[in-house]
């Protein structure tokens, strides 16, 4: 007599066969020997998978990226090698009967080790061997990639071969000085590159003569204005407004006019003492509109009205960009800001990113700041921006609240900054451990003055981007062979999480993982690519304890995936490469109204006749293949595709 027991839950998906022999687990009642080509859903229950649309040709080899405006403005783009392609809705882009393509500089090779970020219509491009790149979205069929217009920094301190190594500039400002270098210093790939250089900056002070005068300095940060003796008129301080090309009225001073020998009791002069900061080195004047100085009657000459201008002493910044290197110790560049002096000064230095040393290779967002990390000879520091201005990454000689922020992690060994994860802190994933940036145990808004960076974990992010559901994150650890998640835990107050893959481990014994995407809806799950070319699945919601893996095989290999939000399910496009050829694939919505419209077949396609036909073509892709065909929701076999059609032995509508 047979026992039969009821399974009422699959929540558990497919488990590895090293489990069968652990009814003990909490687990094992909801898991199953093997789950192909089912979707696990939340609540436990399974349904078969939908077939996977045909949308185009991919042009080569390609990495499916997502770009997200809004729920009803999305689009993948298909990264190969020099190219970008765009889609939308499930078709391909086209402009003029063509797939709309941008050029791009990044070979294939390259395409693994991109790193991407959006805000609004800009997606932010970086890779260790590129500059950093803009793409900005105009409309469907018009984008643009241009480099990224970073100023004002990062820079890094001089090395010890530089120590010594002076620079001076042919001029304070233009678009043509000279820099000279004391010792070798310029290489080629400085073309583009930051250099600070510091001058001291001594005082300047300018005294008033006689009754017509003009009083002109330079303040660089500091100025101070003061008045003394007897004296009337009217006197104005202005500034030279760069932009408007004219001096603007910036204050005021007017005192009574009296005649020369009056009593002093009717020659009390009024008299000023004025200081400010400029942000920038500013020219200033101060004029005699109409001023009269005297002396009452039983004073000395000494208390003839005047008035003095100071531009205080102080240290002043200048930022100079390569245009092009003439020689070791010679470049010509174009001054960003303004020197104090030409003269040669050890206090410089050199920008963080250049082909000479390197570029950031992650890039992400935390509290309005542009966040970039990991050049090639600094793999382990990370630059913030300036609040509010993603391309400005300067700090001033104060050091203000909103200014740039940077540093670098501290470790017993060189780990790569991989990604940056924004959730209510900033975790920073590099190739050997988790760490976490914020504003300290206070709160608030990060600055200079409060950052707080502790190490979390040291499992180790591998190049494949992290993913965020809810309030976990997902990463596959840096080996390519697990997948953890990483939340905050109350008890610990620190980040911490678990294996995912711990009850399928046979699912990841023939490969590593090469691609990943999280589809929320309908059944929040992570489409994963293995490098054998396989294609794998994660149904996960972390409250109700639901990790369930499951696969899916097709007749193909599997090479990218990419998952972007849509009305009722999102969208999960896939590239696979089925013969010679590489198709760009969309999962299609499982939810059908009638058995006609039942779509349960890959690289497939949808024809529809107002008169039932016996012949689809649009099949080209399938040239040579034999097929399956739904019509009119019978299903037909042993088809073979012949100059881009098939021939049904019966005429149907669908």
Not at 445 to 452: F, G, I, K, R
Not at 491 to 497: F, H, I
Request: one cysteine or more; charged letters at 25%; a negative charge.
């Amino acid at each position: 007599m047979g026992i039969y027991t009821i399974q009422t839950s699959f929540a558990t998906g497919e488990i590895s066969p090293s489990l069968y022999g652990r009814p003990d687990l909490a687990k094992y009642s909801a898991g199953l020997a093997r789950c192909e080509n089912f979707i696990i859903h939340p609540h436990g229950g399974v349904s078969k998978r939908p077939g996977m649309r045909f949308v185009a040709k991919a042009k080569g080899r390609c990495r499916l990226v997502e770009f997200e405006y809004s729920i009803d403005q999305t689009y993948v783009l298909e990264f190969g090698n020099k190219y970008v392609r765009f889609f939308r809705n499930g078709a391909q882009i086209t402009k003029d009967g063509e797939p709309y393509e941008l050029v791009t500089p990044y070979l294939e090779a390259d395409l693994d080790a991109l790193s991407f970020t959006q805000s609004a219509d800009v997606l932010y491009i970086v890779h260790k061997g590129y500059r950093p790149m803009e793409l900005y979205r105009v409309s469907d069929d018009e984008w643009a990639l241009q480099d990224f217009p970073f100023r004002n920094g990062p820079f890094r301190n001089k090395t010890e071969a530089q120590a010594d190594v002076t620079l001076a500039l042919s001029a304070l400002s233009g678009d043509n000085v000279t820099m000279t270098a004391s010792a070798p210093l310029f290489e080629a790939g400085h073309e583009g590159a930051l250099f600070e250089l510091t001058h001291h900056v001594d005082e300047v002070m300018k005294r008033s003569s006689g009754n017509t005068w003009t009083l002109e300095v330079t303040a660089y940060k500091e100025w101070r204005l003061e008045s003394g003796g007897f004296w009337g008129g009217e006197v104005v301080l202005e500034y030279w407004d760069e932009d408007e090309g004219a001096w603007v009225k910036y204050k005021t001073y007017i005192s009574q006019v009296y005649d020369e020998g009056t009593s002093s009791s009717c020659g009390n002069a009024k008299n000023y003492s004025d200081q400010d900061t400029v942000d920038k080195p500013t020219k200033l004047r101060l004029r005699a509109v109409s001023f009269s100085s005297f002396v009452p009657e039983g004073n000395s000459e000494e208390d003839r009205g005047y008035f003095q201008l100071v531009a205080m002493a102080g240290y002043h910044k200048a930022i100079a960009r390569v245009v092009s290197v003439v020689s070791s110790t010679k470049a010509t560049v174009s001054m960003e800001t303004e020197a104090a002096s030409t003269r040669a000064t050890l206090n410089w230095r050199e920008g963080s990113w250049s082909d000479v040393l390197g570029w950031p290779s992650a890039v992400g967002f935390y509290q309005e700041r542009l966040a970039m990390g990991a050049t090639r000879e600094e793999p382990q520091s990370w630059w913030l921006s300036v609040v509010g201005d993603y391309y400005d990454f300067g700090v001033s000689l104060e050091v203000l609240d909103d200014e740039a922020v940077s540093g670098t992690l501290v470790s017993r060994k060189l780990y790569d900054i991989n990604y940056f994860v924004s959730t209510n802190k900033l975790l920073i994933m590099t190739s050997g451990g988790e760490w976490l940036l914020s504003p300290g145990a206070a709160g608030g808004a990060l600055t200079p003055s409060n950052v707080d960076v502790g190490l979390q974990g040291n499992r180790g992010c591998a190049r494949i981007e992290p993913v965020v559901i809810g309030n976990m994150v997902l990463f596959v650890q840096s080996r390519g062979l697990r997948i953890r998640d990483l939340g905050y835990e109350y008890v610990s107050d620190s980040y911490k999480g678990t294996d995912l893959t711990m009850l399928a481990r046979h699912l990841f014994e023939r490969g590593t993982i090469a691609d990943w995407a999280f589809a929320q809806e309908p059944d929040s799950m992570c489409w994963t690519v293995m490098s054998d070319g396989s294609l794998i699945a994660l149904t996960y919601i972390r409250d109700q304890e639901v990790v369930a893996w499951g696969r899916f095989p097709t007749d193909g290999f599997v090479e990218s995936v990419a998952a972007v939000v849509s009305e009722g399910a999102d969208d999960v496009y896939l590239c696979v490469k089925r013969g010679e050829e590489r198709f760009i694939e969309l999962l299609s919505p499982r939810g059908v109204d009638s058995p006609e419209e039942a779509f349960f077949v890959d690289a497939g396609v949808t024809a529809r006749f107002e008169t039932p036909s016996r012949e689809v073509s649009g099949l080209s892709h399938l040239e040579g293949r034999e097929v399956v065909c739904l019509a009119d929701g019978n299903v037909i076999e042993g088809l073979t595709v012949e100059n881009g059609k098939v021939a049904l032995p019966h005429a149907a509508s669908v």
